[in-house]
């Protein structure tokens, strides 16, 4: 087995998101996460304009590498930076001394979000990272719809994929059985920070933040009450096969796979949207 890996979650109050988010780091490292996960840019949940700063000069962002490395504790989030094409939605990981270590851009722009830049920082449009043998991939909000993107973490290997988000669901049934078709699919954790608005009334910000393993089963969530949440888990650990042969589900899934089959996935979009 290796190590077990504590990674907290944050439901954060919209109405205060970024006091709510730097908060949140701090009880963390207190409370002994080796990283913690914020929901999706809390600039723009606060009401700041879209990329007025560039990620180094951001003033939250400052704040975060403060606090992480005040607390010895890395931090994943996503703000709205300033690039030099535009504005991105752009997501962060910090390591436990503050130090920027890996940057993902949203891939999939939520409607009234067309403008950002989704132009891949390093080439790789879908990075992994890693932090003490753990390897991550990001994703935000809109980024949960497109399967694809996830398989790919999948094949190569990601243990998790983090998910700043600030989406929203009027019955929470169509977005929660989609994270956990995430995780099932690729046979990986899933963990996402939301954002809370109280009294919790379906159609509202979906107040949870959550960790769900390969198996689908919700391991640890804030249910719909502010604050954060710590799992504990084996990011190795997947699905157990239940016939000879094969390790784990995840082994089986990538044996039967067909890539000659799949070609019209890659087909560009006519102007109506379709291939």
Not at 12 to 38: Q, V, W
Not at 134 to 143: E, L, S, W
Not at 162 to 179: A, F, K, R, W
Request: include cysteine.
């Amino acid at each position: 087995m290796s190590r077990i890996f504590r990674l907290a979650v944050t439901a954060a109050d919209r109405k205060n998101p970024e006091k709510t988010c730097l908060d949140s780091i701090y009880e963390a490292g207190d409370r002994g996460a080796d990283m913690i996960l914020l929901p999706e840019e809390p600039d723009i949940v606060a009401s700041c304009p879209p990329g007025e700063h560039r990620m180094e000069d951001h003033p939250l962002f400052q704040a975060f590498r403060k606090a992480a490395a005040e607390k010895n504790i890395a931090v994943v989030g996503s703000l709205s930076v300033k690039v030099d094409e535009g504005v991105a939605n752009t997501g962060f990981f910090l390591d436990r001394s503050g130090e920027l270590q890996g940057i993902y851009r949203k891939k999939h722009p939520a409607p009234s979000e067309e403008y950002i830049v989704t132009t891949p920082v390093s080439g790789d449009p879908f990075p992994l990272f890693e932090f003490e043998g753990v390897k991550f991939g990001m994703a935000i909000c809109m980024d949960i719809h497109v399967p694809e993107m996830f398989r790919i973490y999948g094949l190569k290997g990601a243990h998790i994929v983090l998910v700043p988000t600030m989406y929203l669901d009027y019955t929470g049934d169509m977005l929660e059985s989609i994270e956990k078709a995430r995780a099932i699919d690729s046979q990986m954790y899933l963990a996402l920070s939301r954002y809370l608005e109280l009294p919790y009334l379906a159609g509202k910000s979906m107040g949870y933040a959550k960790v769900i393993a390969p198996d689908g089963r919700i391991i640890v969530s804030t249910a719909h009450r502010p604050g954060i949440a710590i799992a504990e888990f084996d990011p190795e650990w997947r699905m157990p096969f239940w016939g000879d042969g094969y390790r784990d589900m995840r082994e089986i899934y990538n044996k039967i796979r067909r890539p000659d089959f799949y070609g019209d996935l890659v087909k560009p979009k006519s102007e109506e949207g379709t291939t």
